[in-house]
DNA sequence: GACAAATTTAAACACCCGTTTTAAACTCGT
DNA sequence: ACGAGTTTAAAACGGGTGTTTAAATTTGTC
């Protein structure tokens, strides 16, 4: 029988210092290569520590990884600076310019320590893992709730309507879409090779195409299509 | 020595028979699963044929997966009548929203024989293989390139333009993102179960988020009721 | 310092993958 | 009908994966 983790901080050795630096060469490989093809052989090795160390210390890779994810929501790193963005006076419309420019250069860049959060996320949302569930309420969930608010005061809507909702959806799939698929676009239009101003350039797109919609839809001429699904269930 | 491919068709035997159904059901597992997870195994499998065929007919998996793409292009099978979309006489407008109906329609609803080359598109798209550059410049390109010439119309700017470029990628990501992400999005929202009705409303919204700012670009003789235009909304 | 528990190590295990081998079974021209 | 050439079949190969084992080492405590 394998020995499971020790059930307290009773021996608290040079363990701590292993698993600490497991923790983190996991963080790195799961947020470069993603859960499936991330190999615990390169964890280990990356960490400078034997094979068998991470079923020692964590019982198997899919435990480490939701270690990983506990500590990557509880250190949120440079996620923390998108949330404080709805915090701040500024007008709607600013709010969600900045928010598009830099969740698209977060999620571009990629290689930096404190994005680390951010491509676990990205990840997850590719290839979803049996954590997925976690991944999304502790950590996608807010981020999007936040951004759903911000387009409902824009366009003078519930949060829930489905129109806000819909809209939540374009504005991430647009941004989402130059993280995901970067080697067919970079095929389609070799110009655009995502260097700082080409970064902001798309970024003003997306806000502008964005608003173009939003700012168009407080009017009371709100909805007369659609909006036929189960709008009565609630409450 | 491997026995490679018959030079020719100098024997025409029951051969072709094995190769063709080899070729089907590869098509569906790489549909299904895209290339990196699909395994010849259960190809052979499906084909109900042995496990060594495979190598003995096509020489390696990679090479029966090109072939398989091959013939998806040879038999564009129902992504013809997306191309038919863009010949009829419609108002540009109404081809848009034609065109994303169907292209939602035909990512979301994945099992289908008719809709091999779009979900093998949809794969190489999340995880590019060594013949990401065929597939784009022989099945995703062409379709891309119909889509930025009737934006191109639409904004009245050439198709070469950054701004056509741009909302050729919003109207893509936008899509591609329910195919993509379904998991998640169900997760985030999970009275949406994309029923038929659903996806009509989904395509619906694309359309007009996407229209809003479509409509209101230079067109440089209408600059003036530009402004006005957009208070009004579309009629 | 000694002893028991916790930790680390090196090796192997069991499974899956694509691919190859070897030989038997077919096909077809003559 | 024959036999060379083609096609099938079953098994194994070589490499990679996560995981486990059993011995060696380190550690904390008396």
Redesign the interface.
């Known amino acids: 029988m394998a020995a499971s983790q020790p059930s307290s901080t009773r021996h608290t050795a040079a363990n701590d210092e292993t698993r600490t630096r497991l923790l983190q060469a996991a963080s790195e490989v799961f947020a470069d290569r993603g859960y499936h093809y991330a190999t615990v052989r390169e964890i280990c090795n990356r960490a400078n520590v034997n094979l068998a160390l991470v079923n020692y210390h964590f019982g198997d890779k899919l435990e480490l990884y939701t270690e990983v994810l506990r500590s990557a929501v509880k250190h949120p790193g440079g996620l923390h600076e998108v949330h404080d963005l709805f915090t701040h006076a500024d007008e709607p419309e600013t709010i969600l310019r900045k928010f598009i420019h830099v969740m698209l250069h977060r999620m571009v860049k990629r290689r930096e320590g404190s994005n680390l959060h951010m491509r676990l996320m990205l990840h997850?949302?590719?290839r979803?893992t049996p954590a997925?569930?976690r991944v999304?309420?502790e950590s996608?969930?807010p981020l999007?709730d936040r951004l759903r608010g911000l387009l409902g005061e824009i366009m003078g809507l519930p949060p829930e309507h489905?129109?806000t909702?819909?809209?939540t959806?374009?504005i991430?799939?647009?941004?989402?879409?130059?993280a995901?698929?970067s080697?067919?676009?970079a095929?389609?239009?070799p110009e655009?090779k995502m260097t700082s101003e080409q970064q902001d350039?798309?970024a003003d797109?997306?806000a502008?195409?964005?608003l173009?919609?939003l700012?168009?839809t407080p009017?009371k001429?709100s909805l007369r299509?659609?909006?036929?699904?189960?709008q009565r269930?609630k409450r």
């Open positions: 997850e949302l590719a979803p997925v569930a999304v309420d996608i969930k999007h489905d129109k909702r819909l809209c959806q374009s991430i799939g647009q941004t989402i879409h130059y995901h698929h080697p067919v676009i095929r389609l239009w655009l350039m798309v797109h997306i502008d195409f964005s173009a919609y700012k168009l009017k001429h299509k659609a909006v036929k699904s189960k269930g």
